[in-house]
């Protein structure tokens, strides 16, 4: 009997420890995501990833969409645009734009995920205006000029980015 109430005790604080966790879990995920937004306000809510973004475009020249992602680059001169990717892949990357040139990101946001609205677009890009973005990056002459034939791509036109807290423990 004594066994019996052991075990039905020790089941009892199982259960409860998973309770407790589950609502902790449950808590965390509801929390809002905060940040510095550019462009317009907008929230996480929605945002899906970078591969599900690419399953959404099988078969689609565009989509309009909320997406998380990660930054792989930022146009050192202004920061008028970004390449970002699923966890800083670079062979599946993305050029993000800005809505109407009206706002610019951090320079020095490479490797942090982002939030962003917009739609996803499949546009061919011209050997220029790839040059173009490989100065701004800070590639050097030999790599600029080893560019010479024009590359399809998929973009991303963003009308807000939301460049979300790190939190560093403190």
């Given at each position: 009997?004594?066994?019996?109430?052991?075990?039905?005790?020790?089941?009892?604080?199982?259960?409860?420890?998973c309770?407790q966790?589950?609502?902790?879990?449950?808590e965390?995920a509801?929390?809002?995501?905060?940040?510095?937004?550019?462009?317009?306000?907008?929230?996480?809510d929605?945002?899906?990833?970078?591969d599900?973004?690419?399953?959404?475009?099988?078969?689609?020249?565009?989509?309009?969409?909320?997406?998380?992602?990660?930054?792989?680059?930022v146009?050192?001169?202004?920061?008028?645009?970004?390449?970002?990717?699923?966890?800083?892949?670079?062979?599946?990357?993305?050029?993000?734009k800005?809505?109407?040139?009206?706002?610019?990101?951090?320079?020095d946001?490479?490797?942090?995920?982002?939030?962003?609205?917009?739609?996803?677009?499949?546009?061919?890009?011209?050997v220029?205006?790839l040059?173009?973005?490989?100065?701004?990056?800070?590639?050097?002459?030999?790599?600029?000029?080893?560019?010479?034939?024009?590359?399809?791509?998929?973009?991303?036109?963003?009308?807000?980015?939301?460049?979300?807290?790190?939190?560093d423990?403190?």
């Open positions: 009997m004594f066994r019996t109430v052991i075990a039905l005790l020790a089941i009892t604080t199982a259960v409860a420890a309770a966790n589950k609502q902790t879990t449950e965390t509801a929390a809002p995501v905060t940040g510095e937004t550019f462009g317009e306000a907008i929230t996480a929605g945002a899906i990833t970078f599900e973004l690419l399953a959404e475009l099988q078969g689609k020249d565009s989509v309009a969409v909320k997406l998380t992602a990660t930054v792989n680059a146009c050192q001169m202004k920061g008028c645009w970004m390449n970002i990717s699923s966890d800083g892949n670079t062979d599946r990357e993305v050029m993000v800005f809505k109407d040139y009206g706002f610019f990101v951090p320079k946001i490479a490797g942090r995920q982002v939030i962003m609205q917009g739609y996803a677009y499949r546009e061919v890009t011209p220029d205006e040059r173009h973005y490989a100065e701004d990056a800070g590639k050097s002459a030999e790599e600029i000029a080893a560019i010479t034939e024009p590359k399809e791509e998929l973009k991303f036109l963003a009308s807000g980015v939301l460049l979300p807290t790190v939190n423990g403190k």
